[in-house]
């Protein structure tokens, strides 16, 4: 009971995105034997002189996109804070776009950019603040005429029809919180907190919930995500036809609009094993999505950040990015290898309860059926 309490704690505490504190936010570094040289004017005379490519590796992103995201970040800025920020908002960007992308430590950081440690705290907020506020705008579930594409989408990956998402979680490595670290603690006792996602076929996020704690299972962020709720609230909304769902693993439960495998101990058919494995082939797309989002983003193998609660808007940040560039690229596997995806592996099937169904996992089951029928006779 205790521990169920601070996990609710926590999880008020974490999506919590507002962010009120402007700084210290940034972890103190250790003692640098190799404090890099002041960089001179490294915003205005040098970075204009990379290649596209330098650009790319460095930012880990197109230079177009940054193009784009510019004055989507100033626009979200304007609207926030009153007066003018002193510094340039373009070389806000890149400096919190640098911490995003490196595990370079924060001093070093501020060198390069010749910012203070208090004004690269101010800046990441204030960048982190304004990709929230158009989180709304980027990650968003498929209109329902985007739905036949999406639909088609995931049908070319291994023949799985309407298929309109794959959900998964993963967890991102932080520092021990002060509060209640016990609860951050993940099955394999590292600190984390937690980040669910659906993808479509191209890898782009289209919901994101994140803030959980570690220590809470799959299936519990699940049943407690805003996504689960609205869906209970309006079906249609979200699946406008009812023989569309999404796909998970099988933390996930069996639902009319939520497919998981058959749970295999030993006794499925060769059907079965054959719909488990397009299943498992179609949702590849959510980790590669979270390969991707990793590679790109690395800071995120280990958000050294002080304050927890701004470690979920970080992450969010992050899935915004994620999304804002993949609209500009055709390499899809350029940072993927780089991005080691911490999943569970070790799923517990709370989901999935064969006793006592209730109407929503019987029209899983005869929908799963169906499917897993609908490919035999192919
Ligand atoms: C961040 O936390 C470390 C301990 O982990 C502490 O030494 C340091 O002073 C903190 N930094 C700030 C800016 O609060
Ligand atoms: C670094 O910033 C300070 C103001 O914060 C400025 O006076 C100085 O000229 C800058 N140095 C470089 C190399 O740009
Ligand atoms: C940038 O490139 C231009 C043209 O290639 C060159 O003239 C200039 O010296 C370069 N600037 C720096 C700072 O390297
Ligand atoms: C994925 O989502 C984006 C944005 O919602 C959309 O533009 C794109 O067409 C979708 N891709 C697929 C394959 O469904
Ligand atoms: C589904 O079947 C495959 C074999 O095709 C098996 O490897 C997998 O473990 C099964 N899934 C579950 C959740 O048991
Ligand atoms: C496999 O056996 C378990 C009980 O051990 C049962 O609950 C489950 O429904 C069976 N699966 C299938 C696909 O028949
Ligand atoms: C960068 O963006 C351009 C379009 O603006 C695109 O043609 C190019 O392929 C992109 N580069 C990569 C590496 O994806
Ligand atoms: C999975 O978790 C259970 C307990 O939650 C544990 O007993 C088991 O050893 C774990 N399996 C693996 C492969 O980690």
């Known amino acids: 009971m205790e521990k169920k309490n601070k996990i609710v704690v926590a999880a008020i505490t974490a999506v919590k995105y507002y962010i009120d504190v402007v700084t210290n936010i940034l972890c103190d570094d250790e003692e640098e034997t190799n404090i890099p040289v002041r960089i001179e004017n490294y915003v205005d005379k040098i970075i204009p002189n990379f290649t596209n490519e330098q650009f790319r590796q460095h930012f880990r992103m197109n ?20 007066g003018r920020p002193s510094i340039a908002i373009e070389k806000q960007l890149l400096s919190v776009l640098w911490i995003l ?3 370079d430590s924060y001093r070093s950081v501020g060198e390069r950019f010749n910012l203070s440690k208090s004004s690269l705290s101010e800046n990441f907020v204030r960048i982190i603040n304004a990709l929230n506020k158009i989180a709304k705008t980027v990650i ?8 036949e594409t999406t639909i088609n989408a995931f049908r070319n990956i291994a023949g799985m ?3 309109v998402g794959a959900i998964d979680g993963t967890f991102i490595p932080i520092k021990a919180p002060h509060n209640d670290p016990e609860v951050y603690k993940t099955r394999k006792l590292i ?3 937690t980040l669910q996602a659906v993808c479509n076929a191209s890898l782009k996020f289209t919901d994101c919930f994140v803030g959980y704690p570690g220590s809470v299972s799959d ?6 995500s805003g996504l689960y709720k609205e869906i209970l609230l309006n079906e249609r909304k979200y699946f406008p036809d009812c023989r569309m769902y999404i796909i998970g693993d099988k933390a996930y439960p069996l639902l009319g609009w939520c497919i998981p495998p058959y749970i295999d101990r030993g006794n499925l058919t060769a059907n079965q094993l054959n719909f488990n494995r397009t299943l498992s082939r179609t949702r590849q797309v959510i980790e590669r999505a979270f390969a991707l989002l990793f590679g790109r983003f690395r800071r995120l193998k280990f958000l050294d950040m002080n304050k927890t609660e701004l470690i979920p808007a970080t992450v969010m940040a992050c899935c915004v990015l994620h999304n804002i560039c993949l609209d500009n690229e055709i390499n899809l596997q350029e940072f993927m290898a780089e991005g ?19 109407e929503q996992t019987r029209n899983g089951n005869i929908k799963r059926n169906e499917l897993c029928r609908s490919f035999t006779r192919q």
């Open 161 to 163: 029809d309407n298929v």
């Open 340 to 358: 080691n995806v911490n999943v569970d592996g070790n799923d517990s099937v709370e989901g999935q309860h064969y006793g006592n169904l209730d």
């Open 63 to 82: 230079r177009s996109t940054f193009e784009q995201l510019l004055p989507l970040i100033s626009l979200s800025i304007s609207t926030t804070h009153i």
């Open 191 to 193: 600190y984390a907190i």
């Open 101 to 103: 992308a490196t595990p």
């Open 219 to 224: 299936t519990r962020i699940f049943r407690n």
């Open 140 to 147: 968003c579930w498929p209109r329902e005429e985007e739905m």
